[in-house]
T-cell receptor, first 113, second 114 residues
Framework: DAGVTQSPTHLIKTRGQQVTLRCSPKSGHDTVSWYQQALGQGPQFIFQYYEEEERQRGNFPDRFSGHQFPNYSSELNVNALLLGDSALYLC????????????FGPGTRLTVL | AQSVTQLDSHVSVSEGTPVLLRCNYSSSYSPSLFWYVQHPNKGLQLLLKYTSAATLVKGINGFEAEFKKSETSFHLTKPSAHMSDAAEYFCVVSDRTGRRALTFGSGTRLQVQP
């Protein structure tokens, strides 16, 4: 079992650009959540996808959008990048067989210049 | 609504001495509570979880936490610190299923002195 995988590992963009981050959930998991972890802070919930629909959303602007595919993988899109979007973006997956636990991927480090 | 307060941003202990990382939570429903650890440049690893079963929860690497509803606390302890325990620790609250949004505390950095 490969666990939760994320790509790319690192990414550098400039202000105003758009970025897409990708996540593949753990085998058997159907729910994907995205979190933003700024330097020195705890992760903050962005949104969660289940059955290809956004099921829950945190306090993030509409510049942050996502998608879930039929194979349960997911994308996080951020438009009009700001310097403050620089962070570690974490993906977590869960499913009916995962108990109460969400499993995290290694993250994508986004730097906005 | 739910929130978590980690009472110490930084804790320093000597190797072999006890560890106590403090966490208070607020939740409008019966919560699930978790402790995660994050080593430098590594992903988040679950240490332990409380999901309304036993109030004393045992986790990996000798860590334990006790759920105290009357005090709305979920403090993390370990009898004897090891150098490898040095990391960032996050207290986390979620709904009872644990499958909805996780709300993280701001983290406690544990330093272990030789």
């Amino acid at each position: 079992d490969a666990g939760v995988t994320q790509s790319p590992t690192h990414l550098i963009k400039t202000r105003g650009q758009q970025v897409t981050l990708r996540c593949s959930p753990k085998s058997g998991h159907d729910t994907v959540s995205w979190y933003q972890q700024a330097l020195g802070q705890g992760p903050q919930f962005i949104f969660q996808y289940y059955e290809e629909e956004e099921r829950q959303r945190g306090n993030f602007p509409d510049r942050f959008s996502g998608h879930q595919f039929p194979n349960y993988s997911s994308e996080l899109n951020v438009n009009a990048l700001l310097l403050g979007d620089s962070a570690l973006y974490l993906c977590a997956s869960s499913g009916s067989g995962s108990g109460n636990e969400q499993f995290f991927g290694p993250g994508t480090r986004l730097t906005v210049l | 609504a739910q929130s978590v307060t980690q009472l110490d941003s930084h804790v320093s202990v000597s190797e072999g001495t006890p560890v106590l990382l403090r966490c208070n939570y607020s939740s409008s429903y019966s919560p699930s509570l978790f402790w995660y650890v994050q080593h430098p440049n590594k992903g988040l690893q679950l240490l332990l979880k409380y999901t309304s079963a036993a109030t004393l929860v045992k986790g990996i690497n000798g860590f334990e936490a006790e759920f105290k509803k009357s005090e709305t606390s979920f403090h993390l302890t370990k009898p004897s610190a090891h150098m490898s325990d040095a990391a960032e620790y996050f207290c986390v609250v979620s709904d009872r299923t644990g499958r909805r949004a996780l709300t993280f505390g701001s983290g406690t950095r544990l330093q272990v002195q030789p």
